[in-house]
Structure formats: structure tokens, C-alpha cells
């Protein structure tokens, strides 16, 4: 489950990015309670500055992959940590000097997204430098626990700071600031020697459109991104949703805001621990299947009617959620070529994030006019509609390339949606492309 912590580059990274993630949780609960202090509850404010915060995926996360091909991984991290550092900084200052506004909230809040942008498709691709190819999935699953291990920890600990301090947001703040500082010294400690580079892209026009072409000629990359971009938008806004259920529905404070958001994430650390053991690329009807559980657990967890039950729920639905989130992205990493693996991965993150922009304000006025729990129930509903569409669409995908070998077994096919090598072989032996089959047949 954790041999991928056998490689010392990538140790230092994890250990780091533990403590750094910690201190980013606790940045979103306290600026989440700060939004909520400053509008007097707003549903609609809560969904416009996170919407604000992940906008920026949507116009920079593309450059943030060319520029993951064209540079110095490792290099480009140190300078978006510092960026992202600072602006935590001077969030953490200008509450404790009673001089913030929402809009100055709003402002760094972009700021933040736009520096996300260009990292998380750097730190994505420069995972498989750390580790090499035979343990990248297992690396992805790591991050992944390690994510919800922060997400385990950083909100009880904001949580309890705000209640502490008398509902000051500003220690969380000066907690995450300092944190990246932790990252920064890892990444300047690793032996590059040890590193698994990929060849540097050299500059040349078209680099962000040859991304996208070769994204758009493998299906089975369309098929997760599109899974991604519906569940990113409508099922992953159980931070706005949380929030709203504890203060608007069930009438919490902050500690209990904290608990409930770390109960969600022990079922996403048990879900990313569960998919650390997995070896090979998932195949895409797993995909689907994860997908479709979670939007079912997301719609049950909405009608749950006390504060106890949901946070009972909230246990299998953020285990389901990140099954489903390791599982694309590992689909994703492991059938790009490295040479495309950073602009892929900004698609990827693109469509995986770049929707909340639309969902997060959707939700957002939602809950509000209709209620919090509508949030979820709607939410979970268009995610589950998304899966079954999915699956039937691949299900008749498979159905007719089998007709069609019937009809006309000479015909060569190539089928992107079959995950196993045994299955790709049956494949090949009805397409005429297995050993022994003559290539110079009429037809091919």
C-alpha cells in the first residue's frame, strides 16, 4: 500500500505536502466561516468565492500544462508554493488588523486559483518524475490519501482555532502561510539525479492545441473527462454544502462545522487508502460504477434528518468520491504519452475543476432559495443521470463494434474503452491483428 515512499524524492515530497495540505484545509474552512461572517449567511456569497477561487482553472490550467512540458518541473512548483504562501499571508494580516472587506477576501481568493491553476497540472505530472511509471499509480493514491489525511486533520484544527480565538479566522491563515514553506524545502532537497524527467518540449507554436487533438483522439480519455467535469461540477461542492447544512439547517457552530467536514474526510482517506492497493489502470466501466454510487450516496446523504445521521453518511459518500476521483486520474496519467502527460493533465484538471465556477454559484443559490439539503439532492441526481448516460453510451459503443467484427471480421478496430491486455488480445484476434494473422489481407 505505501512502497511508493520507498523512493527517498518522493518521501520528502509526501511528508512535506502532508503538513502543507493541512494548513490549506485549514485556509478553506476559515474562509469559508469568514464569508459566511461577512455576508450574515450568504449561500450565494459562500458560492461565488469559490467559484471565484477555481475560476482561473478554466483559463490557465492549460498554460499550466505547456509550461510542465517545457520546463524545469520541480523549479515552477518552488515558485507557485511561494505565490500561493504570500497570498495566504496577507489574508492572515488583514483580518488580524480588523481591516478586511469581502472584496479583499474575493480578490486573494482569485489569486489563490490563479496560482492552483498553474501548479496542480505541474504537480500532477511531475508525480510520475518522482516515482517512474511502475509506481505511479500507486503514488497517485498516496497523494490522494495524503490529501484527505490534511482533510482528516486541518478542519477540526481550524475548527477549533476559530472557536478558541472567539471566531478569528486569522491563525488558519498564518498556519498555511507558514506551511508551504515545508514544501519549498523538500522540493529544494531532492536528488535530481534520482528524478525521471521527461524530455523537455522545445517552444514552438501550437503546443496547447496538439494537446487537446491528442486528447480528443482517445476516447477513453473523453469518456473520464467528461465523468470529471460533471462530477467536479455538481457532486464535489460539499464544502459550500456542509457549511450550509451545519450553520442554515442544522444550526451548528464552527467545531461542529470542522467535525462534520472531518467525518467526510475519513471516508475519503478510507476511499484512497482502499485504492492505494490498486496495480493496473482501472477500466472505464469502473469508472462509471464509482461514479454512480457516489451520486447516490450524495442524494441519500441530503435526506438524512439530524446532524448525527448525515454525518454518518458523510462517511461512505467521501469514500466513494475518492475512489471515483484516484481511479480517473490514474486512468488519465497512465494512457498519456509523458511527452503530453502535463498538458493532459491540465485538460484533465480543467474539466475537473474548471466546472465549479458554474456549479458552485448554482448550488449555492440553490440552497439558499430552496433549501441546503436541495443542494445535495439535485447535486447527487445529475450525477447519477451522468453515470447511467455513461454507461449506456458504452455499452452500445462495445455492442456495436462486436456486430460490426460479425458482419465484417476482416475490418481492423481499435477499441479504447477495453482496459485489460487479455481483452485487448480477443480484440485484436477478431480484428484480424493478432500473431499469424496475414497483414497483407484485402480490406486492411
Partial sequence: MFRALRVRNYRR????????????WMQRIGQDWLVLQLTDDSGVALGVITALQFAPTVLLSPYGGVLADRYPKRRLLQLSQAFMGLLALVLAILVVTDAVALWHVFVLASGLGAAAAIDAPVRQAFVSEMVGPELLTNAVSLNSTIFNGARLVGPSVAGLLIGMFSGNTAPAFFINAASFGFTIAALGSMRVGELFPSQPVARAKGQLRAGVAYAWSHRDL?????????????????????????????????????????????????????????????????????????GVLTVITGLMPNHASFGVLLVPTGAAALVFSVANNSFVQLGVDPQMRGRVMALYFMCFMGGTPLGAPLIGVIAEHLGPRWGLLLGGAIVVVAAVVAGALLARGRSMRLETQRERPWLRLRVAAVGSPRERAAEEVMAGEAPGVQSGQPGR
Fill in 13 to 24: 515530497y509526501a511528508s512535506a505536502n502532508l503538513v502543507s495540505q493541512t494548513g490549506t
Fill in 222 to 294: 473523453v469518456l473520464a473527462m467528461a465523468l470529471a467535469f460533471v462530477v467536479g461540477t455538481f457532486g464535489f461542492n460539499y464544502q459550500i454544502t456542509i457549511a450550509l447544512m451545519a450553520r442554515a439547517e442544522f444550526g451548528l457552530g464552527a467545531e461542529a462545522f470542522g467535525l462534520l467536514a472531518t467525518v467526510f474526510a475519513v471516508g475519503s482517506l478510507s476511499g484512497a487508502l482502499l485504492s492505494a492497493r490498486r496495480v493496473h489502470r482501472p477500466r472505464q466501466r469502473f469508472l462509471i460504477g464509482s461514479a454512480l454510487v457516489f
